[in-house]
């Protein structure tokens, strides 16, 4: 970790993202850098540049939250990268639940492991799998109890061959994690496993340090290839389990489509629900 800190290094990421013409500033001069300038932030945001190169540089690490509020916009964040930045900055959201050991409950895995033909698991807040139905793991090997969903994107051989756009979905994986922690990235299980990746994947050292965040919930479309049952277009959902840091990812298809009857094929080949364990 810099001495910049999360909130520093959060800063600088987003602002070498917003060019001048984002933002209305006419782009005069050579530019050694990507993005804007920290003089032109700091004027956007109406703050002294002194302040801001504080705050970047991690000299100061307590701005107010109208400040964060006024950097946030400057910087043209959503709403959700909005959030995660008033966490880095100290102003979380009163009431967060304590920690707690990422055990699934009990009703999840019943209600999980029951479905036949839909395809469903349940993440924690480092991406580890810790529970998936029979035709989820039938879908794809990556979506079984143990696999670290961010270590198989990068690391792992089978997710070119799965999705026909493994580079959106690396991005999206880092964002969600990035969703996931919060301002907690000196989690010593966070910092091991960003150490493997940075040095493994060139690509999610790119990715980290673009320090993008996305809901924890939220859905859209993703196109497996399939060994046996060839392509399926399936819709997920991704769920947050109430009083937990773990996520549910259910997947199914357009009713009636090539991908359903497909799904069902899949599903009939894989053994009954009542042998799970």
């Given at each position: 970790m810099s001495t910049a800190g999360p909130l520093g290094e959060y800063l600088r990421a987003r602002r070498e993202l917003v060019g001048p013409?984002?933002?209305?500033?006419?782009?005069?001069?050579?530019?050694?850098?990507?993005?804007?300038?920290?003089?032109?932030?700091?004027?956007?945001?109406?703050?002294?540049?002194?302040?801001?190169?504080?705050?970047?540089?991690?000299?100061?690490?307590?701005?107010?939250?109208?400040?964060?509020?006024?950097?946030?916009?400057a910087l043209l964040l959503d709403t959700e990268a909005t959030a995660h930045l008033r966490r880095l900055g100290g102003h979380a959201p009163a009431g967060r639940p304590a920690r707690r050991p990422e055990r699934v409950p009990v009703g999840i895995r019943q209600l999980v492991g029951s479905w036949a033909e839909t395809?469903?698991?349940?993440?924690?807040?480092?991406?580890?799998?810790?529970?998936?139905?029979?035709?989820?793991?039938?879908?794809t090997p990556i979506y079984r109890v143990g696999v670290n969903l961010l270590r198989e994107?990068?690391?792992?051989?089978?997710?070119?061959?799965?999705?026909p756009a493994p580079e959106a979905v690396a991005a999206s994986a880092v964002a969600g994690l990035r969703a996931q922690v919060g301002a907690e990235v000196d989690d010593p299980r966070l910092t091991e496993l960003v150490d493997?990746?940075?040095?493994?994947?060139?690509?999610?050292?790119?990715?980290?340090?673009?320090?993008?965040v996305t809901a924890r919930a939220g859905g859209g479309l993703r196109v497996f290839h399939h060994p046996q049952v060839g392509e399926l277009e399936l819709r997920?959902?991704?769920?947050?389990?109430?009083?937990?840091?773990?996520?549910?990812?259910v997947y199914h298809a357009e009713p009636g489509s090539p991908s359903a009857r497909s799904l069902a094929r899949l599903g009939n080949a894989v053994p009954p629900p009542e042998a799970d364990g």
């Open positions: 013409g984002d933002v209305g500033l006419p782009a005069r001069g050579r530019r050694r850098v990507p993005g804007l300038r920290r003089e032109e932030l700091a004027l956007l945001a109406g703050i002294s540049a002194d302040y801001y190169l504080r705050l970047e540089q991690g000299r100061d690490r307590n701005p107010s939250a109208q400040v964060l509020e006024a950097l946030a916009r395809p469903a698991f349940v993440h924690g807040r480092h991406l580890d799998v810790l529970f998936a139905n029979r035709i989820a793991t039938a879908l994107v990068f690391l792992g051989p089978r997710v070119p061959a799965l999705y493997e990746l940075t040095a493994g994947s060139e690509l999610f050292r790119r990715l980290w340090a673009r320090h993008d997920y959902e991704k769920l947050t389990i109430s009083g937990t840091t773990q996520s549910l990812v």
